[in-house]
Antibody
Framework: QVQLQESGPGLVRPSETLSLTCTVS????????WSWIRQPPGMGLEWIGY???????HYTPSLRSRVAMSLDASKQQFSLRLTSVTAADRAVYYC??????????????WGQGTLVTISS | QSVMTQPPSASGTPGQTVIISCSGT????????VKWYQQLPGTAPKILIY???QRPSGVPDRFSGSKSGTSASLAISGLQSEDEAAYYC???????????FGGGTKLTVL
C-alpha cells in the first residue's frame, strides 16, 4: 500500500525558508492530490495546501503569501517551501495523499510527520 | 468566522458509547461533507469517517458518523482502551476556501 515519508531539516533559522520533501512509495504519485498539514506541539491540525499531479496547487489563505509546493513525478516526491518562518511555524509537518475522490479534507495515508523547530 | 467547535475532552468506560460533537456553520459543515480522524498519541492522524458517515475499509463499525444541519457527530460504541486518542473533524469551508479542522477532542477511557 501507499506509504509516505517526510524528510528535511529539523531546525530552521527565523526568517529563513523551511523546505520539506515527501517521498511516495508503494504506489504512483500520478493522478492524485497530495497535501501538507501541520500540527504545533500539543495543538490541533492546520491544513497548508495541496498539489495535484498536474501541478495545480491550492493553499490555505493565511499562508498563501509564503507557501509554494512542487512535485517531481520522476522521483515520486512532492515538496513544501515556507518562507520567512517565525516561531509560530514550529510544528510537526505531515504529508498526506488527498483530497481523495473529490472529498476535500479526506487525507489517507499520512506520513509519520517531522518536527521542524524554528530557532537561531 | 471559519471555526468548527469540538469539546476539548470526553470520557467513557469500556463498553460504553461515547459521542463527540463538531459544531460548524453554513459555510463548512452546512454545505460540505464531514470527515473524522483518530490520532493516537505520538502518531499521525488516521481517517475514520468520510462523507459524513462512510467508513474506509478496515475501520471497525464501532465508529459511526452522522451530520445534521451545521453539526456532525462521531459515535464510538463498545469503547475500548485502545480508543484513547484525539479525534478531529474536518471539512471544506467555503468562506475560508480551504480545509478546516475542528480543534480536536481528547478521549479518555476510564
Amino acid at each position: 500500500q501507499v506509504q509516505l515519508q517526510e524528510s528535511g531539516p529539523g531546525l530552521v533559522r527565523p526568517s529563513e525558508t523551511l523546505s520539506l520533501t515527501c517521498t511516495v512509495s508503494g504506489g504512483f504519485i500520478s493522478g492524485d492530490y497530495w497535501s501538507w498539514i501541520r500540527q504545533p506541539p500539543g495543538m490541533g491540525l492546520e491544513w497548508i495546501g495541496y498539489i495535484h499531479y498536474s501541478g495545480s496547487t491550492h493553499y490555505t489563505p493565511s499562508l498563501r503569501s509564503r507557501v509554494a509546493m512542487s512535485l517531481d513525478a520522476s522521483k515520486q516526491q512532492f515538496s513544501l517551501r515556507l518562507t520567512s518562518v517565525t516561531a509560530a511555524d514550529r510544528a510537526v509537518y505531515y504529508c498526506a495523499r488527498g483530497p481523495i475522490a473529490g472529498y476535500e479534507g479526506w487525507f489517507d495515508p499520512w506520513g509519520q510527520g517531522t518536527l521542524v523547530t524554528i530557532s537561531s | 468566522q471559519s471555526v468548527m467547535t469540538q469539546p476539548p475532552s470526553a470520557s467513557g468506560t469500556p463498553g460504553q458509547t461515547v459521542i463527540i460533537s463538531c459544531s460548524g456553520t453554513g459555510s463548512n459543515i452546512g454545505s460540505n461533507s464531514v470527515k473524522w480522524y483518530q490520532q493516537l498519541p505520538g502518531t499521525a492522524p488516521k481517517i475514520l469517517i468520510y462523507n459524513n458517515y462512510q467508513r474506509p475499509s478496515g475501520v471497525p463499525d464501532r465508529f459511526s458518523g452522522s451530520k445534521s444541519g451545521t453539526s456532525a457527530s462521531l459515535a464510538i460504541s463498545g469503547l475500548q482502551s485502545e480508543d484513547e486518542a484525539a479525534y478531529y473533524c474536518a471539512t471544506w469551508d467555503d468562506h475560508l476556501n480551504g480545509v478546516l479542522f475542528g480543534g480536536g477532542t481528547k478521549l479518555t477511557v476510564l
